[in-house]
């Protein structure tokens, strides 16, 4: 059974970095591309980037390019979304989901989602 | 960047009634690189549609899409209690991959 399970609920201040994961199990981990989805408080879905992990070929939406860090490590199957800096505006459920298949697919796994909430 | 907009923002429907879900593009999307997903309240998303019109895995028969270009639609056929959701388009052909903001399905 294909599983991508992220990591809990953060509480942090501003200014303050964090490294939030996402193991898959269940398929060829390193193989397909894996992305995250930033959801809002009571907004829609945006895209943020994709990683390929058995490389970690990493591509950014231009609205996420140089505030975030999208990395892999295919030893342990887990990719990461990493902020230096956390902004209140940052407070979001970020989803990891999986590409189905190639890098121009639909998103056909989704994690249970990691609430990031950023306050002082 | 394309850009989705769902209409109509909300619908309100008995059970047992057919949806009728809108999504246009502000520019051509192949109709190869076109989903629909589904999100009940504190859950994921789920995929529901691709290639705009091919059912996901375990999608029942009663969701179906079409269209093509810059239009395209999701229908629900008989709609049912557990269908009361938002709904989300996407494209994923372009750069960056773009989601509609979503259309909520209320069941009365």
């Known amino acids: 059974e294909v599983q991508l399970v992220q990591s809990g609920a953060e509480v942090k201040k501003p200014g303050e970095s964090l490294k939030i994961s996402c193991k898959g199990s269940?398929?060829?981990?390193?193989?397909?591309?894996i992305g995250w989805v930033r959801q809002m408080p009571e907004k829609g879905l945006e895209w943020m980037g994709i990683i390929y992990p058995d490389d970690s070929d990493a591509r950014y939406s231009p609205s996420f390019q140089g505030q975030v860090t999208i990395s892999a490590d295919k030893s342990i199957n887990t990719i990461y979304l990493q902020w230096s800096s956390l902004k209140p505006s940052d407070t979001a459920m970020y989803y990891c989901a999986r590409l189905w298949l190639q890098r121009k697919a639909p998103l056909d796994y989704w994690g249970q989602g990691t609430l990031v909430t950023v306050s002082s | 960047e394309i850009v989705l907009t769902q209409s109509p923002g909300s619908l309100s429907l008995s059970p047992g009634e057919r949806a009728t879900l809108s999504c246009r593009a502000s520019?051509?999307?192949?109709?190869?690189?076109f989903a629909w997903y589904q999100q009940k309240p504190g859950q994921a998303p789920r995929l529901l549609i691709y290639a705009a019109s091919h059912r996901a895995t375990g999608i029942p028969d009663r969701f179906s899409g079409s269209g093509s270009g810059t239009e395209f639609t999701l229908t629900i056929s008989r709609l049912e209690p557990e269908d009361s959701a938002v709904y989300y388009c996407?494209?994923?052909?372009?750069?960056?991959?773009?989601f509609g903001q979503g259309t909520k399905v209320e069941i009365k």
């Open positions: 520019q051509s999307v192949s109709s190869t690189y």
């Open positions: 269940g398929y060829s981990f390193s193989k397909f591309w």
């Open positions: 996407q494209q994923y052909g372009g750069s960056p991959r773009t």
